[in-house]
T-cell receptor, first 116, second 113 residues
């Protein structure tokens, strides 16, 4: 059972370009969470999605950031017109369906975005 | 008051020592609790889940005190490889479909030879 997959692992963008980060959850998981971690700082929740639905986007910046989790394919975190302050590690996690009452999240290896 | 609070440390301990971390949470309705570890520049990895009063796994013991709203993690006979940041995580529960977890900022542990 493959774990959570993220790609690319490293992404370099110039200021003003777009960044697209992809996340494939673990098999059987339909809940996806995106987090951002700045150097030397803690994890910051960004958004929580289920298939075709955004459940909680309270941590998403109001502009330039968007996320989707289509019926088919990976979840995408999109950052438009990137700025240097967007440089960070972006982690995706997934969790299984409700049923066992267990809501542990399992993380992918992250995408390290560098904006030059 | 923060929803989940941890002492950031760092905790510097010699190999073989016993070390304990505490974590407090503000929502008394919280359902379940987790400890994750995060190595430098890596993703967080689940260490233990705590659903009742406590859980033990080898050298690691987690305890939950609902009355005082804190969770602890005890590491016995610490190894160099235990050096990491330990994240306290809380499931606030509640109705509806929102299963967002609440994350502490982590406690840094350095085990020294």
């Amino acid at each position: 059972n493959a774990g959570v997959m993220q790609n690319p692992r490293h992404l370099v963008r110039r200021r003003g370009q777009e960044a697209r980060l992809r996340c494939s959850p673990m098999k059987g998981h339909s809940h996806v969470y995106w987090y951002r971690q700045l150097p030397e700082e803690g994890l910051k929740f960004m958004v929580y999605l289920q298939k075709e639905n955004i459940i909680d986007e309270s941590g998403m910046p109001k502009e330039r950031f968007s996320a989707e989790f289509p019926k088919e394919g990976p979840s995408i975190l999109r950052i438009q017109q990137v700025v240097r302050g967007d440089s960070a590690a972006y982690f995706c996690a997934s969790s299984p369906e409700r049923g066992g009452g267990s809501y542990e999240q399992y993380f992918g290896p992250g995408t390290r975005l560098t904006v030059t | 008051r923060k929803e989940v609070e941890q002492d950031p440390g760092p905790f510097n301990v010699p190999e073989g020592a016993t070390v304990a971390f505490n974590c407090t949470y503000s929502n008394s309705a919280s359902q379940s609790f987790f400890w994750y570890r995060q190595d430098c520049r890596k993703e967080p990895k689940l260490l233990m889940s705590v659903y009742s009063s406590g859980n033990e796994d080898g050298r690691f013991t987690a305890q939950l005190n609902r009355a005082s709203q804190y969770i602890s993690l005890l590491i016995r006979d610490s190894k160099l490889s235990d050096s990491a940041t330990y994240l306290c995580v809380v499931d606030p529960g509640g109705a509806g479909n929102n299963r967002k977890l609440i994350w502490g900022l982590g406690t840094s542990l350095a085990v020294n030879p």
